[in-house]
């Protein structure tokens, strides 16, 4: 049903109509009008959230010997979820200064804060690298090598007993005189991925990374731990770097430290729920 309402006559209609029209031309007139910054908040400013996620770290992965970056992708998955962007380098393992080069080489186009992970030899690359970038906020050691200025990953390796690593390199030169070590696929398990399941492991030692024999041999320049917070995750149960060795380095660089039991070398692809919680503290502790 339409109800219609009665129409007034006289001079009492026309102040009606009036005080009807009247309001209705000054808001036609207002809406006209541009807003002016201080009424409206500007809509190019981020929102709260989007600021948050603005002010958020770059997680910048470094993975190490005999690995690539696929080494990484648990963990990538997690920070991803968590909101984080993640690049993950193709770390060259030819010499440590030249990566160690490369790495800083691509931090310089990162704006913005940056967490570094490096895992095994992937350590001393990232504890050079950081060197100069005041934008690197922590670094995070996954079961990685953090050598002192003048010590070698080799080095460091030999002075801790336990690693199968060097009995179980395979050797093969290649052009300008150089060596690459792999890992005998035969022992790559038991060393390197003992925690993995045996398909996955089989396939990681087939396509194996090497490294060049005088980057592990080669000396760290002056380590950004020093001055750089750090985080480290040891590998219980590692058969490369001894776990004696990394608790060590790790308390030389007054980490944040957590241990995972029984965890191999491949921690980051066995265990990446520990390996993703670890850089998420770390970027949270330096927001």
Do not use: C
Not at 11 to 29: D, F, G, I, Q, Y
């Amino acid at each position: 049903m339409t109800y219609t309402k009665p129409v007034p006559s006289g001079r009492a209609a026309l102040l009606r109509r009036k005080s009807v029209v009247v309001p209705a031309m000054v808001a036609a007139a207002l809406l006209a009008i541009p807003a002016s910054s201080e009424a409206v908040p500007n809509s190019s400013a981020p929102a709260p959230a989007a600021a948050a996620h603005a002010a958020r770290p770059t997680i910048v992965l470094v993975h190490g010997a005999f690995a690539d970056s696929s080494s990484w992708n648990g963990v990538v998955d997690r920070l991803e979820r968590e909101g984080y962007s993640v690049v993950g380098l193709a770390n060259p393992l030819r010499d440590l200064a030249g990566d160690a080069a490369y790495v800083s080489s691509v931090l310089d186009t990162i704006p913005g804060p940056v967490v570094l992970v490096g895992h095994s030899y992937g350590g001393a690359v990232i504890t050079d690298a950081a060197a100069g970038h005041a934008n690197v906020k922590a670094l995070v050691y996954i079961a990685a090598f953090a050598p002192d200025q003048g010590e070698s990953s080799l080095g460091i390796t030999s002075e801790y007993p336990g690693s199968r690593l060097p009995s179980s390199l395979v050797v093969r030169p290649f052009p300008g005189g150089g060596q690459d070590a792999y890992i005998d696929p035969a022992a790559f398990k038991k060393v390197f991925a003992a925690d993995v399941p045996t398909g996955e492991a089989r396939l990681m030692a087939a396509g194996q990374r090497p490294v060049a024999l005088a980057a592990l041999a080669a000396p760290s320049s002056a380590p950004a731990w020093r001055t750089i917070p750090s985080w480290y995750l040891v590998a219980g149960a590692d058969q490369a770097i001894p776990p004696a060795a990394e608790r060590a380095m790790a308390q030389r660089a007054h980490s944040h430290t957590v241990t995972v039991p029984g965890a191999s070398h491949a921690v980051s692809v066995s265990h990446p729920k520990a390996v993703a919680d670890l850089v998420v503290a770390a970027a949270r502790a330096t927001s």
